[in-house]
């Protein structure tokens, strides 16, 4: 079958979203985001929602599934795949080409292997079981069916890990009867862990020097809990801590940015994951556009 998504994918930091931009400039198409937190809006500055990388000679590059909910609304593994849909069909429709990107690893694997998400049922037995085990039992189980666990909330209520093994458990790794099938030329951006961990320490400093503190400070006084902001995890739940008077502010830096060097690292974890199930990723390196665009042109139109 012949490709009909184009995937770029990577850890954070690397620049995939300008990468895919340009791409999509150059073969008219337009951006899917697959992040879980830039979906919210008013999370701009902590998610790196930079609007201005959509900007190519003065003209705009389409971008679906950022700034559609706002903060204090559920999203999901189940409403990712129901938009992401609706997105890829109305780009196709238009003749153009979908470029799925960003770094959350469980919604790109949901697509890529097209998962087929049977409706939950939280008062089963299985619930049951599950609720006579541990705590500490039940969080390593949760930890080695999910490796895209970036926040703690689900490690540390019961009822919230219960329901999150039971959610990770309901994936099957098929195409639904009704559903479009993808067939993704997959593109992988890397470069080296020592450069991933400096460019993730200097945007931080960026983004901290640009009202990232004050961008938090911002939901709290729209009513925003706390709790909510753990659940968002990193940026949030460590800006969150320090407003609040648990963490002085040279801590709170330390941590958050060893948390955030810790997530590119699982990310990558992920990605090689994806590897080994079959899916075929053509790694580059950062800012390769060249290349990218030598891979789009002879794979995806022959």
């Known amino acids: 079958m ?128 599950l609720n006579n085990r541990t705590i500490p039992e039940l969080q390593e189980y949760l930890k080695k069916i999910n490796l895209t666990l970036h926040n703690t909330t689900d490690l540390l209520d019961k009822d919230r890990i219960v329901k999150a093994i039971i959610v990770s458990s309901s994936r099957k790794e098929k195409q639904p009867a009704d559903e479009i099938v993808i067939n993704s030329l997959t593109l992988g951006i890397k470069l ?48 969150g801590r320090y407003l609040r008077g648990e963490l002085n502010y040279n801590d709170m830096y330390q941590k958050l940015n060893s948390a955030i060097h810790d997530f590119a690292k699982r990310q990558m974890t992920w990605f090689r994951k994806m590897e080994r199930e079959g899916i075929n990723i053509h790694w580059l390196d950062a800012g390769d556009y060249k290349s990218a665009e030598h891979i789009i042109n002879t794979n995806y139109f022959s």
């Open 192 to 239: 080296e862990r020592t450069e991933v961990k400096k460019k993730i320490t200097k945007r931080l400093k960026q983004r901290l020097e640009n009202g990232m503190v004050e961008e938090v400070k911002r939901l709290i006084d729209s009513g925003l809990t706390y709790s909510k902001l753990d659940f968002f995890g990193l940026e949030y739940k460590f800006i």
């Open 2 to 129: 012949k490709y009909n998504l184009v995937t770029i994918l990577g850890p954070t930091a690397v620049g995939k979203t300008r990468l895919a931009v340009l791409l999509a400039d150059r073969f008219n198409g337009e951006i899917i985001s697959a992040d879980s937190r830039q979906v919210y809006k008013g999370m701009d500055i902590g998610t790196g929602k930079d609007l201005n990388d959509y900007v190519v000679n003065d003209k705009t590059i389409p971008v679906h599934l950022v700034d559609v909910l706002k903060p204090d609304e559920e999203f999901n593994l189940f409403l990712f795949k129901e938009l992401f849909y609706k997105s890829f069909s109305g780009i196709a429709s238009s003749n153009k080409i979908p470029f799925l990107v960003g770094g959350t690893g469980l919604y790109l694997h949901s697509i890529l292997k097209q998962y087929d998400l049977t409706k939950v049922n939280f008062h089963d037995e299985e619930f049951s079981n």
